[in-house]
C-alpha cells in the first residue's frame, strides 16, 4: 500500500476502533476488532514531504492532530469517528500555520490540565526554536452555575463551580432567558437559527442543586411533578430528548456489545445526584435537559430574549434589516402560544426587558431608537399598545434596564452615553428624559439596575464597556407628586478595577434580587463577556 517511508504512526484510545495516520502518503485507516480499512486518503494541503504527526481524543468520537512537513507549514485537522463499525468518518481542515522556512520535526498536542477546551500546540524544528501556540475548542453550549457548598465553606467562602451542560448545540447559542416564577425550572434558548428552544430541569439536576447549595430536600409535589430524570443526545440531530423517572435503562451488556456506542445516542446518558462537583466528562455526558418545545415564526437567527418576573410571557427578536423582520413576538408560557406581534423598530432589537410589576415591556434596537409597550390584560385577552417610540442616542443602542422601584429606566449606547428616563403616568402615557450620565471612555455594551432602597428610590446601575471595563453610578430619583414630574441625578460609585474587569467587550450584566442575597449588607453582580469569561462581584452596600 505505502509508496514512501512510513515515518510515524498514531494509534487513538477509542473504544472499539483503532486509527493509523500514515505520513507522506497521507494515508487514513481504521482497524475495528484489528481488521484494518482504508477510509479516505489526506487532501495533499503539504506541498512537501510530510516530516511528523501528532493527535489528541477530544471525546469518544472526536479526534484532533497536526501535520507539519519539511516546507515548515503544519496544519489542524478535526476527524469525527464513526459512531458504529463500518461507518464513515468526517476529516476537516480547520487551520494552517506558516512557522518558517525549515523543516518541523517534532509536534505535540495537549489539553490543558483542568480545562479540556483549551489546547496547546508545541512544535520543534531545524530553525533551533520551540514554537508554542494555544487555541480554544468554541463549545456551542449553554452552562449552569452555582456556589458548591460545603460545612467548611462558610469559612473559607464560597468556591463556584459547573454543574450542569443543559444543552449541546450545533449552532452559536446568542441568548438565553430564564423563566422566572414559582415552580418554573426552565429556560428558553435562542441561537443562530430561527427556532427558539425550551428546555425543562430534570429531577437529577434538582436534587443536585440542592445539595450543592445544602437546601433541604425537594418538596414530595415538586418530586411528583417532574418526572424527566435526565435527556439523551441524537447523535444526527440537535434535540433532546428525555428520559423518564419509570423508564427501564438497559445495560449496554445486554446485546454483547458493551463498549459500542450507537447512533441513538452518544454515549447513553445516565442521570446522576451529584455529591460533589461534577469533573468534565459527567457534565459532557450525563447533565442534559430535555428540550421540551420549539418556538417557531421569527425569519432569521434569534438575537434577543426576556421573561417576565411572574414567568407568564417571553418575548423574542431576531436579527433583521426591515421591519416587519424585527417584530417583538410574544409567547404564553405552558401552553406556547403566540399572544403578540410587536412592530415597531426597523433594525434588529437587541435587548428587551419587562418592568418589575410587568406592566410594560421596554425594547432598544440597532436603529438607534427605543420603545416602551403597555401590557394590559382583560380576563383571558391581553393586548400590548404602544406607549413612546423615540431616538434616544446617536448610535445603536445595545442595552436597557428598568429601575426595579419604578418606571424609570436606562439605556447605553455606542455613542458612549447612559441615558436615565421615566414614563410619565397621566392619561395618555409619554416618556422624558431626566437624566444624562458623563461620556464614558468607550461603547457602552451593557448596563443594569439595581435598587437599593425604594423608599428612598436610589439604586445602582452598573455600566459595562466594549473595552471590558465596569463602573458603578448611584442613582437618586426624586418625584414630584404635585407636578407628576421626576428628575434624577448619579454620581459614580465605584469603578471596578480593571485586573477584575474583561478584556473584551463586556456582553450582559446581571443583578442577583435582594430577595435571593444571602446577606443584606451586600449584593451580587455577574458579567459575561466577549473573552469568553464570566465574573462575579461581591458589591458591599454598606456605604450607602
Known sequence: MHQTKLCLAVVSPASYCNVLLCLNVSYFLVASSLQWRLVMQLPQLHKKGVTCITGIMVSLTDTIFASSSSDGAVHLWELILPCSPGGECKLSCFESLSVGSKPMVALSLAELPGNSEHITLAMGGLDNKIHMYWGKRTGKTTRVFAPWKTEASHLDGQSWHEISRPQVHGHDINCVAIIEGKGNQRFVCGADEKVARVFEAPLSFLKTLNRATLQS?????????????????????LSQKPIYVNAVHESPGANGNDSIDTLESVPDAIPVVFTEPPIEDQLAYHTLWPESHKLYGHGNELFSLCCDHGGKLVASSCKAQ?????????????????????????????????SRDDTMLLAVSRDRQFSVFSIQRTGDEISFPAVAKQEGHKRIIWSCSWNPSGHDFA?????????????????????????????????????SWFGIDRQRDNGLVAVGMENGLIELWSITVRRNIDSGGSSASAALAIRLDPTMCHVSPVNRLSWRSREKSEDSRSVQLASCGADHCVRIFEVNLSYN
Open 217 to 237: 430536600d425537594i418538596p414530595e409535589d415538586l418530586q411528583m411533578g417532574v418526572q424527566i430524570l435526565g435527556a439523551n443526545m441524537s447523535a444526527l440531530g
Open 411 to 447: 439605556t447605553g449606547s455606542r455613542d458612549k452615553t447612559v441615558k436615565i428616563w421615566t414614563v410619565v403616568d397621566s392619561k395618555d402615557p409619554w416618556v422624558k428624559q431626566i437624566a444624562t450620565l458623563p461620556q464614558f471612555s468607550s461603547s457602552v455594551t451593557a448596563v
Open 322 to 354: 426591515s421591519q416587519s423582520v424585527a417584530e417583538i413576538w410574544l409567547w404564553e408560557v405552558g401552553s406556547w402560544k403566540t399572544v403578540g406581534r410587536l412592530q415597531s423598530h426597523t433594525l434588529t432589537v437587541t435587548q428587551m426587558e419587562f
